[in-house]
């Protein structure tokens, strides 16, 4: 265990660049949430190892349509605040009668976080070749502190998965994993993403995700036989 | 309930053999619930404690909501069964006193502004009590609140003190709550100093209040690690599963 775990109200270093989960009070640095600490060579930030999504302005989120009004629709997007897609940011012109035709409630949609606007009204848009209301294949939900594991250093944890499963995978910063491709592929990565949910703090988690997935690729075939 | 006993200190030895600034034995666990953001369950003598926080998560009712940052809401309950007496299930008097000093005993150290028009849900459930639940729930609530992830400038840490037989004591046990002469719950910012709880009920000197005062600092300090290592002990058990 080579990782460091703080508590809230940690001292963390004098004179160093405070980042994302810290604070400073008198030039000294301290941990604002319960994490794990990670230093570059000037800036330290804390990473929680839980809590609630807070929008970002440019985050590509997966949101569930709740509610659709004359002129927008509200999305969960697993926040505290719901986010607002208006009709104006919606890239086709479609007639007002139309909207339930194009989103309906209960669908999920790839959308990015145009803006967030005091206090906490959070504008969507789908000006992002990404966003796409989502039709088939099956939507996951995990801790979003927990979505960098998932993607990995540089891509790698998710190319992993990609490759050695062969499913579509896109990830939405606020924890919503969409996974499409035939049901077994789907099956396989839902466990697979799950089990890095859980075990998203093991050292050399890639390898043991590989040997997972080899290993129940395996007794598949044993069963098929 | 019992009778008073004769005496609550026999040569500086109290009723269950503590000395007059040690404190009883504390166990906490972080993370024992599943469906709330962020739990607690302590056991702290007598006194056993489940507390549990949401949120941040939409305010309701709407006009509560504050643009600038998130409320707080605390329900200290007590269970039925927590006292050999039944107590009448429901909020009542002291209840609701408690969850206001306790809800401002935690609102210093959380960062609320992060989180506007949203709420802090915290809830308190005293499972059984043997004086002292306040100081108890506090601590409790301290470490869920840090287990759901919400930004916080530091740790609170509450304890008791007290006089009984016309003596200063740490952490008061039911008998010394109800035949002493002084009870006083406090709760602290252990690594600052900052005491953001203080009620007193009886008398004390000056002398006996800065003694009381002194015992309890050092009482928040043992509670204060204990609450630091079980956070650290929930996330060594994740590692090891």
């Known amino acids: 265990m080579s990782e460091e775990v703080v508590i809230p109200g940690c001292f963390l270093g004098e004179s160093v660049t405070a980042g994302e989960g810290t604070f400073v009070e008198e030039n000294r640095v301290y941990s604002m949430v319960y994490g794990l600490v990670k230093r570059d060579k000037k800036e330290v930030e804390v990473i929680p190892l839980s809590g609630k999504y807070l929008p970002k302005a440019g985050d590509l989120v997966i949101g569930k349509v709740i509610e659709s009004t004359f002129s927008m629709w509200i999305l969960d997007i697993n926040s505290p605040y719901d986010g607002l897609l208006r009709l104006s940011n919606y890239p086709k012109r479609i007639e007002k009668e139309d909207m339930q035709k194009e989103m309906r409630v209960g669908e999920m949609v790839i959308t990015r976080i145009k803006e967030v606007e005091f206090p906490m009204r959070i504008n969507l848009s789908m000006d992002d070749r990404k966003c796409a209301v989502i039709r088939e294949g099956v939507v996951v939900e995990i801790t979003h502190t927990k979505i960098p594991r998932v993607i990995g250093k540089g891509g790698s944890m998710i190319n992993l998965i990609k490759k050695k499963i062969g499913c579509n995978i896109f990830i939405g910063q606020n924890g919503r994993i969409w996974l499409s491709g035939s049901d077994k592929k789907i099956e396989l990565a839902a466990e697979t993403i799950l089990k890095i949910e859980r075990e998203a703090h093991v050292n050399r988690l890639a390898d043991r995700i590989d040997r997972f997935i080899k290993e129940k690729k395996k007794g598949k075939g044993k069963n098929a036989k | ?241």
């Open chain 2, 1 to 241: 309930m019992q009778n008073r006993p004769e005496k609550l200190i026999n040569d500086g030895v109290r009723l269950d053999g503590r000395g007059a600034d040690e404190i009883r034995p504390i166990k906490i666990e972080a993370g024992v619930l599943n469906r709330a953001d962020g739990s607690c369950y302590i056991e702290w003598g007598g006194n056993k404690v489940l507390a549990a926080v949401y949120g941040p998560r939409e305010a309701h009712p709407r006009h509560l909501q504050d643009p600038r940052k998130a409320i707080i809401k605390y329900r200290y309950n007590m269970a039925s069964f927590s006292v050999e007496d039944r107590k009448r299930p429901g909020p009542d008097r002291r209840s609701v006193e408690i969850s206001k000093v306790s809800r401002e005993a935690l609102a210093p150290v959380l960062m609320l502004e992060y989180f506007p028009r949203s709420s802090i849900d915290i809830f308190v459930e005293i499972l059984q009590a043997d004086a002292g639940t306040r100081t108890t729930g506090i601590t409790a609530a301290s470490v869920a609140l840090a287990d759901a992830g919400i930004p916080m400038k530091n740790l609170v840490s509450a304890i008791s003190v007290g006089k009984a037989d016309g003596e200063v004591v740490l952490d008061l046990i039911r008998e010394e709550d109800n035949y002493g002469e002084a009870d006083m719950p406090v709760a602290m910012i252990t690594e600052t100093g900052d005491i953001t709880l203080l009620q007193m009920d009886g008398n004390l000197t000056e002398e006996e209040f800065i003694k009381a005062l002194n015992f309890a600092k050092k009482g928040c300090e043992s509670v204060y690690k204990l609450q630091r290592r079980s956070l650290i002990e929930k996330y060594e058990k994740s590692c090891s599963d």
